[in-house]
């Protein structure tokens, strides 16, 4: 296993996670599912990915494994929570246009059925234009109390808040204070790392071609400190080498979006968290929208429910996701929100009352290839039968969230899904809802 390892994990990998700690990984996989089998290849989502379906020989669970490589090396895995493929209805849909009234039944099977099998817990929202197609929650918010999930409860949206700082640099950039293609060092001249700094533009933190890496580390969440702005992450990253020299390469950066809060602090003299209240949610009406701290009593907020690291093959019960949760959250996500004030924030930007129109369209558009899409400033884009797509999700493997926010870029269909489950419930069902509304 250690020779598999040291032979097939690239470096990148490997700094984050040691060869002896894969091994672990390893037996911890062995033991607990007493030898797995290949039940189904699955169909890979975007280029360099495995996507496999796979059946404890104790027990006979299904787990999907996901793993990525680039130049021929592992650069990611992660196991992701799974159900038997018989009467599996998730990818039942019409091919063909049908009756806008039946869209409605539709959605509502595939929801029923992702809950009745305990992968989603959330709520769901469609509409076409202003007009409300389907709006439905499931599962519980709190289980201690058994309070379920209403319509408009609000939930963790972790990177989808990339979109309010997108826009926040859009509106400063629109405002001639700020321009894409400043250095850091320009901006923050006593940035911790003047030699990175000089290097970097805003741009690259925006499209996550910067080279940073990560933010969200261990110690931040096992301190639980509150970090009053943006810049006092700083230690927990400044100083980690780049990944790619800047402009040459991709990598998914939440130390990047950190520093772009400071940047928005720099200029706009507010907290990160005053500025997109008074610039994004109080002109798009989002008035159930904001970023609370762990120990704070928000009314109708869902807690996260996340299979942890112990329980590798995520067969074992939910547990509250709390003790993995930052003490609050910051420019790189970890906002609150309500499908309703979702759809208020898409509206708000197809009347472009948030950016103006041309800036709006320069910030959700991909600017970089990311796989199979684009990302731009916040906000993928993506293809789906030739429609134009564009949003943003949230959450990953033990984190107990999984939020995700599609807008047809035509001005017809949104989708918001939010979810208080791990990956990949939310997700799959607000991918397979947009690809089914693009044939619509």
Known sequence: MRDFASTHFAERFLQDTPVDKVVDHFQEMKSESGGIDVALVLKPEMAGQANLLLRTRTGHHFVRIVAFEDGGRITDFFLLTATNPQGDISNDWPKEKIPQADIHTEIERHATFAASRDLF????????????????????GERSFESPNRPDTRFNLASMGKMFTGIAIGQLVAAGKLSFEDKLLAVLPDYPNSSVAAKITIHQLLTHTSGMGDALKREMREKKRNFRNTREYFPLFVNDPLWFEPGAGWGYSNAGYVVLGAVIEKISGQSYFDYVRDHIFVPAGMKDTDYFELDQVVPNLAVGYARFEDDILGIGPRRNNGVFLGYKGNSAGGGYSTAPDLLRFAQ????????????????TAGKVAAGDDGYGYGFWQWRRNQKDVRGNSGGGPNSGIDSNFQMFWDGTYTVIVLSNYDPPGGTNLACSITEFLSRQ
């Open 121 to 140: 817990s959330g709520v769901v929202l469609v509409a076409n234009g202003g007009q409300v197609l389907f709006h439905k929650a499931y599962g519980s």
């Open 348 to 363: 708000a930007l197809r009347e472009h009352r948030l950016p103006t129109p041309e800036m709006t369209d320069r910030i």
